[in-house]
């Protein structure tokens, strides 16, 4: 009997440390945010986000789509503000397809058909029903914030022992405007690790039509004294609903490379 009553007390002594713990937690997670608000997240995440001009890695992508997924692998290379060039080969090792992506234009090379794309930006964003641009594009790559959009209509809370940035209509900076004056992220929320102030997932939402896109970042590791999520998993809702996981590895910094990107005499233009 005493045994007996020897657990039970020994129990709520453990609950309630932890439930003090807990409380605890909480308070040192809010305090800096009751007294400063958006502004000290939005202060720690630019000092925490990645730095670079020249970003390049290999990676591994698994598409998974109606229950059936396909894995590639390949290489990458941003040129920030400036370029992405992406090379994909599957398993055998021979290049599949290339891309070069810029703020205005995408274009792409199927050397399995022997055919190639060259469009505007836009064409990504009406084959995939979604609101992008470069700017939404790189910073979904690196796990950055966006770097010239508002700031100021975020609201800060904690969700799950993390720090969340809440947004809606969040609008591109009029001086960063070009041809697409509608481009709009209506519905953001950014969630962010206390230790580390990097980015753990990125929610953009457009409510009215229920698309989404997800971006969730783990396995965190140094690239040149750096924390970089070396995977992320990325999930789209549009007119479908697909997940992509991309896989890093060999990243290089500030390191200097070349996008090759030549349209072959004889390939044919996609229709």
Aim: proline fraction near 3%; charged fraction near 30%; include cysteine.
């Amino acid at each position: 009997m005493k045994r007996k009553k020897y657990i039970i007390i020994a129990f709520l002594a453990m609950l309630t440390i932890s439930n003090i713990s807990c409380i605890q937690q909480r308070r040192l997670l809010r305090k800096p945010i009751k007294e400063q608000g958006a502004d000290y997240l939005f202060e720690q995440l630019k000092k925490n986000e990645l730095k670079y001009n020249l970003f390049s890695s290999k990676i591994t992508v698994t598409v998974i789509e109606n229950k059936s997924s396909n894995t590639f692998y390949g290489n990458i290379r941003l040129k920030r503000d400036t370029a992405l060039w992406l090379s994909i080969t599957p398993a055998v090792g021979i290049e599949m397809m290339r891309v070069l992506i810029t703020p205005d234009s995408l274009k792409l090379i199927n050397r399995l058909k022997q055919t190639y794309l060259s469009d505007k930006f836009d064409y990504i964003n009406t084959l995939l029903n979604t609101d992008l641009d470069f700017d939404v594009l790189q910073s979904f790559i690196v796990g950055n914030d966006l770097s010239y959009y508002e700031n100021d209509k975020f609201k800060a809370a904690i969700e799950n022992k993390k720090y969340t940035l809440t947004t809606v209509g969040r609008r591109k900076i009029k001086k960063f405007i070009k041809d697409n004056e509608n481009l709009k992220v209506m519905l953001q929320k950014i969630f962010i690790n206390p230790e580390t102030f990097k980015i753990e997932k990125i929610a953009i939402n457009e409510i009215n039509d229920k698309r989404k896109i997800d971006a969730k970042y783990s396995q965190f590791s140094d690239v040149n004294n750096q924390k970089f999520a070396y995977h992320v998993e990325y999930e789209m809702i549009a007119d479908k609903k697909f997940n992509m996981l991309i896989d890093y590895t060999k990243i290089q910094i500030d390191k200097p490379f070349e996008m090759p990107f030549n349209i072959p005499e004889k390939y044919t233009k996609m229709e």
